[in-house]
């Protein structure tokens, strides 16, 4: 079956599946940047893309040897940040660096330690109003929350963070007037795709569930 021949229409059934074994499952999924509280009282703040949200608990899926981790395990204050599409490339420049020193073994070689991360990104942190850590003030979408509980994943290979979310910060110009929505159609995350940076394209329906419904739609 030649799958060229399908794309780009409705109405072709599927192709044949392949199997396959993805050495990664990031198959779009929001990018955040948490900014969590060092020992010493100083910011670190990391991108990263295993994150979803139950109600007001946000869960998040770390590295077990990384400083975020590290550091909610002993203060479990935190800022989930969700940037947008352009700025992907402040993200980038966090990606490589990590506020581990020494540099965890695992990391050694593609990471280097840097202490200024929000320097390094070229972002500006804001206070926050009920946890230490500080918020990225270019993010859009801001969640002060605090880490309930910090533990192993089944394989034991990450660490699964539930986060309660205490208090959201958000740009007026996202959020529908006199309510406490978010517009979906002018708030567009930054999609982590298979290691690859991509924005929402444009709307093509909206759940039953919706409170900000689209005329027309």
């Known amino acids: 079956m030649n799958i060229a021949t399908h794309r780009g229409t409705s109405t ?16 779009g999924t929001p990018v955040v940047l948490l900014s969590t509280e060092n020992e010493d009282g100083s910011v670190n703040l990391a991108p990263m893309s295993s994150a979803w949200a139950l109600g007001q608990v946000v869960v998040l899926g770390l590295g077990p040897d990384g400083h975020t981790g590290h550091n909610l395990a002993a203060r479990p204050d935190l800022v989930i940040n969700l940037p947008q599409p352009r700025q ?10 990590t ?10 070689g593609a990471f280097r330690f840097e202490p200024a991360k929000f320097a390094a990104a070229g972002l500006r942190p804001e206070p926050s109003d009920l946890v230490r850590p500080p918020r990225v003030a270019e993010c859009p979408i801001q969640m002060e929350a605090r880490a309930v509980r910090v533990q192993p994943d089944v394989s034991g290979e990450f660490l699964i963070v539930e986060a309660h979310v205490l208090k959201v910060h958000a740009d007026p110009r996202i959020v529908v007037p006199d309510t406490q929505h978010i517009d979906p159609a002018l708030w567009s995350p930054l999609i982590y795709n298979f290691r690859h940076y991509f924005g929402l394209g444009a709307e093509l329906g909206h759940s039953f569930r919706s409170r900000t419904p689209r005329p027309g739609r």
Do not use: N
Request: hydrophobic share 45%.
């Open 88 to 97: 992907w490339q402040a993200v980038e420049r966090l990606a490589p660096l």
């Open 99 to 108: 506020g581990r020193d020494p540099v965890p073994a695992d990391k050694q």
């Open 12 to 27: 072709d059934m599927a192709a044949d599946h392949v199997t396959i074994t993805p050495s990664i499952l990031y198959f």
